[in-house]
T-cell receptor, first 119, second 112 residues
Framework: EAGVVQSPRYKIIEKKQPVAFWCNPI?????LYWYRQNLGQGPELLIR????????DSQLPKDRFSAERLKGVDSTLKIQPAELGDSAVYLC?????????????????FGPGTRLTVL | GESVGLHLPTLSVQEGDNSIINCAYS??????FIWYKQESGKGPQFIID?????DKRQGQRVTVLLNKTVKHLSLQIAATQPGDSAVYFC???????????FGTGTKLQVIP
């Protein structure tokens, strides 16, 4: 089974330019997450989708960041315009519905991330 | 605000020895904790989890211990191998379903 797929793996842009990241979750996973990870730190949630609905976007900087998951499968995260401080790794993760998992919270499976460098 | 953090940023361990990675959390409402392993250039990988109604949980070569009294979580890796070298994150779920907060991370270096 394929894992979470992200592209591109690396992106270098100049400040004020737009950039977009793409994520394809594990087949059948209805929950999709976008995280930002700064160097030496843990991932920070930007937005969470349940199918095509954004159910938690409280940490998404909405002035420049946007995301969509139109058909409830793959997703795109966009930054426009990018700033120097946006340099980070952008991770996508997916999980399935809670159900019989012992924890009641299904495991999140992460993609390899997109490393963004803003010059 | 509430946070999850780690005591040690870097841990060096001899191959074959046991490793212990510690984590302190401050949100007493957290009911679920997870340890992730992140290798260079990869996303975090689930290792083991534990609910707040448990004190200990074991997996293959890994054990997680939870001390709710002092809000402390630890990950024990038995017979540490070079492949265990990575950054380890503890994470907590306290904000409802699927809302996970990650700590800063500890880098584990295994010395051959």
């Amino acid at each position: 089974e394929a894992g979470v797929v992200q592209s591109p793996r690396y992106k270098i842009i100049e400040k004020k330019q737009p950039v977009a990241f793409w994520c394809n979750p594990i087949s059948g996973h209805n929950t999709l997450y976008w995280y930002r990870q700064n160097l030496g730190q843990g991932p920070e949630l930007l937005i969470r989708y349940e199918n095509e609905e954004a159910v938690d976007d409280s940490q998404l900087p909405k002035d420049r960041f946007s995301a969509e998951r139109l058909k409830g499968v793959d997703s795109t995260l966009k930054i426009q315009p990018a700033e120097l401080g946006d340099s980070a790794v952008y991770l996508c993760a997916s999980s399935s519905q809670p159900g019989l998992a012992s924890s009641g919270t299904d495991t999140q499976y992460f993609g390899p991330g997109t490393r963004l460098t803003v010059l | 605000g509430e946070s999850v953090g780690l005591h040690l940023p870097t841990l060096s361990v001899q191959e074959g020895d046991n490793s212990i990675i510690n984590c302190a959390y401050s949100n007493s409402a957290s009911d679920y904790f997870i340890w992730y392993k992140q290798e260079s250039g990869k996303g975090p990988q689930f290792i083991i989890d534990i609910r707040s109604n448990m004190d200990k949980r074991q997996g293959q070569r890994v054990t997680v211990l939870l001390n709710k009294t002092v809000k402390h979580l630890s990950l024990q890796i038995a017979a540490t191998q070079p492949g265990d070298s990575a950054v380890y994150f503890c994470a907590e779920n306290s904000g409802g379903y699927q809302k996970v907060t990650f700590g800063t991370g500890t880098k584990l270096q295994v010395i051959p």
